[in-house]
């Protein structure tokens, strides 16, 4: 064999469902507290409007939870020869933190809600 194989470069495949992962999750954990700072710093955004990325947030942590395992059970089906553990398991953790973040908004939100109408 001349040419070589992927198995035999020394070198794990990416998984790039871990690298999604972690790219959602840090999404989802920047979205909400950018906009509230956006909202507070400049004119452009109320700080109710700024509740409008509470649901970017739940979806976008969603995603990087449900990519985060995906990307862990390819890790697994694949014996550990495809690399990205360790970015799952953050992109999961930036991904709870996400949907935490969101559900603090939301309550934030519902709170307001209920101050204003009653």
Do not use: F, K
Not at 17 to 22: D, K, N, Q, V
Not at 28 to 52: I, K, N, R, Y
Not at 97 to 112: C, E, F, K, N, Q
Request: glycine letters at 12%; aromatic letters at 4%.
């Amino acid at each position: 064999m001349a040419a070589p194989t992927a198995s035999s470069n020394g070198r794990a495949a990416p998984n790039g469902w871990a690298r999604a992962s972690l790219v959602a999750g840090l999404a989802a954990a920047v979205v909400l507290p950018a906009t509230v700072a956006v909202a507070e710093g400049t004119d452009l955004l109320e700080l109710l409007q700024a509740g409008l990325a509470v649901p970017v947030a739940a979806l976008t942590g969603l995603m990087a939870v449900l990519l985060a395992r995906g990307a862990r059970s390819r890790v697994q089906r694949t014996l550990g020869r495809v690399g990205g553990e360790r970015t799952a398991r953050a992109g999961r953790a930036l991904g709870l933190l996400g949907l935490a973040l969101a559900a603090a908004g939301a309550i934030a939100l519902a709170y307001y809600a209920y101050l204003t109408r009653y």
